[in-house]
């Protein structure tokens, strides 16, 4: 038996460089049966680019598979939106919808998501996914801009939900600068995660490899783990960590939420002559008669957003009677999926299908077309 | 520190490079004294205080026996021991439990919870002084005269949080001999941890998804789902614990220690009776050793011992936390082991005992397999409201429409089964894992390790849960 006590810290023999040899030729047959796994059944490579004022946008024409929540092989269109190519209007009105992953809707294919059956319902509307995941509430608008004038929409429907409205102004990222004496807004500004600039670093890895791209997901707490391990050995004894954020004086005026929330939702507006319109999407509580209620946070949340939405002129929708009439008539939720969260997660086909109805019912009600019935 | 977590392999690999640059053996167990004290000062400082006191009364009073020549002195030493062990066990443990049941029987109405934090690992280290004190006052082992040597028992950081729970006779005699750093040992201590994270992160965790999820709410579940639960749970609670114990062995073994086996695929078991002797070892014997046999084992006649085996089971059901659910998990098994040992008799009077067939023998293993797994669930669930909720919804036409076929549970316990019937059937396989260095050195053992490391980081969810026995 070896003794690491007398030095040995590794086989000593001359079969060493063999042994050697052998662990490479493993380790190249790993990585490579494993790449194909994963791509197999576990996720695609990275189809996202950084972007410096998103963090990331989406590649054009990329393939995008996930088989975390759902399991669905999508193909992005030349514009790198999860949509069927953007072709002419023909006469129709084009509705730009927006929003984070709710929108993005990975899990479920292209052809099953909400604005797909919106625009299955009515062959008047062309309606155009232009959600991203983990788009940041502030971004909405600045990333509707990107799209809106290049494919001349008529409308822009923005999605949110209880985590734009409630953690993404939050966010240690996002900055509002005021006026000390009354609380006016003067701007906000959302820096772009630290962990997209070191994405972008990888990219070419991530772009040509499912692995890679997966063990990013995988190691990121490890490697928040080693970042705050760092900076606990690196800080000088007895020293506090630095503050993120300036604590208030006695006499400040803070804006509340509501006001940060109304100074966000007024850059959503686009062109004055255009509609907007945002789409609530509730959390639901589900009960074992059958019935379903909306969660009493997502509700706190959703009144914040409308009086904050209203006090602007924006229109605000909600889409809780449609989600709550599936789980009370077909005993399952609209959220949640066999392979993640079964009761909250993301929209799930059935979902979809209830939300795609509502985006046409608000779509056709806010152009002005016959046939409205959409629920505020 | 979590063993799954990047902390720990620094501590860990740090405290290695150190144990590899420092040859003289006092210091070596200085410096792994230190390095427990600084694993578990990690997670709260100020119970040092309280890890470092049980080590010294068990270590004094141990000493004063010893020492004292009369019988009587010896009983008071090993009396004042035992109530310090269970004294700081049932203060942190269980002061709020019957607090609150008494203010409920007197009916209370302002009583309020102490504000007390449950030390980690508390129900392992006072056993593991208790013990000591016991098998001292026996005459099974010889008195501990190094103080650091003895803390080092109590506090040794690789199962000092969830087991197993080791007796002085198997450490102590350890600390004698010189602290070997083997190749041999890394190679297979490794091997040993890893197969420990596999049971934890693959297993464990992704099972914990969907059980959380169940349990968060069972009402609204079908009976498939819930029978799926019960499945996954049972499961669950296994890879979960019996990786922790692999991972705590094959870190000794780096260090050079032999800690006890815990878990012998106890889902493969027979009886309840053997289920016991195969689940969680070191606490069944344990309390055999010093509780079972303490109240007259199967000495005082058969009623007796079945009251015997009651008692011991309730107060290992108790063990495990303070609740009433816990009490029933633990009576369940209690009323289990009764009948069994009065099936065994009737058998044994019939002469058919020994003589099982292999229908007797399926029979058995299902029977035991569905009353374990079903006795998870008051184990599992928050409330006896829960538990009742949970069984009700167990039967045919009961539970609620939500139909949850957690992709990732099929698989693992599916995969569960694969490892089960491949120990049972073909045990030549398995008996080759881990890999001694000649082998690992060969392309086909680098390939298994190489993939099962690729397994853990393509699939152990992102946040690690903690490990289930952490809170015992």
């Known amino acids: ?376 | 520190m979590i063993f799954t977590s990047l902390v720990f392999l620094v501590f860990f690999a740090a405290l290695l490079v150190l144990l590899l640059f420092i040859r003289n053996d006092t210091v070596r167990v200085w410096l792994l004294l230190i390095g427990s004290y600084i694993f578990y000062g990690y997670w709260n400082a100020y119970y040092l205080i309280l890890i470092f006191c049980c080590s010294f009364w068990g270590w004094g009073l141990g000493l004063l026996m010893y020492r004292s020549g009369s019988e009587m002195a010896q009983r008071v030493y090993l009396g004042l021991s035992l109530v310090l062990s269970l004294g700081s066990l049932g203060f942190f443990k269980y002061a709020n439990f019957f607090g609150e049941n008494m203010a409920s029987l007197l009916q209370i109405t302002d009583w309020e919870p102490w504000d007390i934090v449950l030390p980690v690992g508390i129900s392992f280290f006072t056993f593991q002084t208790m013990s000591y004190n016991i098998d001292l006052y026996r005459g099974r082992i010889e008195v501990c005269r190094s103080p650091v040597k003895f803390a080092l028992f109590v506090s040794f950081f690789p199962q000092l949080v969830a087991g197993p729970i080791v007796r002085a006779s198997e450490f102590l005699p350890q600390l004698q001999r010189r602290i070997h750093l083997t190749w041999d040992n890394f190679v297979i201590g490794s091997q040993l941890f890893l197969g420990g994270a596999i049971q934890k992160t693959l297993f464990a965790d992704n099972l914990s998804v969907f059980v959380d999820g169940v349990y968060h709410d069972p009402s609204l579940f079908s009976p498939s789902t819930l029978w799926l639960a019960v499945a996954a749970y049972s499961m669950q609670i296994f890879c979960d614990f019996a990786g922790y114990s692999l991972m705590a062995i094959g870190i000794g073994r780096i260090l050079g220690f032999a800690l006890p086996e815990n878990f012998r695929m106890p889902y493969l078991s027979l009886s309840v009776t053997e289920f016991w002797r195969r689940w969680h070892i070191s606490l069944s014997s344990w309390l055999r050793d010093y509780l079972y046999i303490s109240l007259g084992g199967n000495r005082k006649g058969p009623t007796r011992t079945q009251v015997n085996m009651m008692i011991t089971m309730l107060l290992g059901g108790l063990w495990h936390g303070a609740s009433w659910n816990f009490i029933l998990w633990g009576a369940m098994h209690g009323a289990a082991l009764a009948v069994n040992r009065r099936w065994d008799a009737w058998r044994e009077r019939r002469g058919t005992l020994g003589q099982e067939g292999p229908v007797y023998k399926v029979v058995a293993w299902a029977a035991t397999l569905l009353f374990c797994s079903l006795v998870w669930v008051p184990f599992r669930s928050p409330d006896f409201a829960t538990t009742k909720v949970f069984l009700a919804g167990l039967l045919p036409g009961g539970g609620g429409s939500v139909d949850w076929y957690h992709s990732y549970t099929v698989v693992v316990l599916l995969a569960a089964v694969v490892w089960h019937a491949a120990y049972q059937f073909w045990p030549a396989l398995l008996r080759t894992l881990p890999f001694p260095p000649a082998v690992l050195a060969r392309l086909p053992a680098m390939l298994v390790v190489g993939f099962a490391v690729m397994l853990v980081f393509i699939f152990a969810p992102v946040n690690t849960s903690p490990f289930i026995y952490f809170q015992f």
């Not at chain 1, 060493?16 to 380790?27: D, E, H, P, Q, T």
């Not at chain 1, 734009?164 to 990222?173: G, K, L, Q, T």
């Not at chain 1, 789409?279 to 009086?307: F, Q, T």
Request: hydrophobic share 40%; glycine share 8%; proline share 6%.
């Open chain 1, 1 to 376: 038996m070896r003794n690491l006590d007398e030095g040995g810290s590794a086989p000593t023999t001359t079969s060493a460089w063999r042994i050697a040899g052998r662990a490479l030729v493993a380790a190249v047959i790993v990585l490579l049966v494993a790449e194909l796994f994963v791509r197999l059944a576990v996720n695609g490579p990275s189809p996202q680019r950084f972007d410096p004022v998103f963090g990331y946008t989406y590649i054009a024409n990329a393939d995008q598979f996930n088989a975390r929540e759902g399991f669905a092989r999508i193909q992005l269109n030349e514009l790198g939106l999860n949509d069927r190519p953007v072709g002419p209007k023909n006469d129709r009105w084009r509705v730009l919808v927006v929003g984070d992953s709710y929108t993005a809707s990975i899990q479920v294919p292209t052809e099953s998501n909400f604005t797909s059956v919106a625009e299955d319902l009515d062959s008047r509307l062309d309606v155009v996914n232009a959600g991203r995941d983990g788009l940041f509430l502030g971004n909405l608008g600045e990333y509707a801009r990107r799209f809106a004038q290049p494919l001349d929409a008529d409308m822009i429907v923005y999605v949110i939900s209880e985590g734009d409205v409630d953690d993404d102004i939050r966010r240690p990222e996002f900055r509002v600068r005021f006026n000390p004496r009354d609380g006016t807004i003067v701007s906000t500004e959302i820096r772009v995660d630290d962990r997209e600039l070191l994405k972008q670093r990888i990219e070419v890895l991530t772009h040509h490899s499912a692995l890679v791209t997966r063990m990013i997901g995988q190691l990121r707490p490890a490697v928040a783990q080693a970042t705050d391990l760092y900076k606990k050995l690196t800080r000088p004894f007895g020293q506090q960590p630095q503050r993120q954020r300036v604590e208030p004086r006695p006499d400040m005026v803070t804006p509340s939420h509501v006001d940060i929330l109304r100074y966000v939702f007024r850059q959503l507006r686009q062109d004055r002559n255009k509609p907007v319109a945002i789409l609530y999407i509730n959390g639901l509580k589900y009960h074992a008669d059958g019935r379903a209620e909306v969660e009493p946070s997502s509700l706190d949340a959703e009144e914040r957003a409308r009086a904050a939405a209203q006090a602007i002129g924006i229109p605000f929708y909600v889409a809780a009677t449609e989600l709550k009439k599936v789980y009370s008539e077909t005993g399952a939720p609209p959220f949640g999926f066999n392979n993640g969260i079964r009761l909250g997660g993301h929209l799930n086909e059935r979902g979809h299908a209830a939300i795609g109805a509502v985006l046409r019912d608000l779509a056709v009600e806010q152009l002005g077309l016959e046939g409205a019935t959409a629920s505020r």
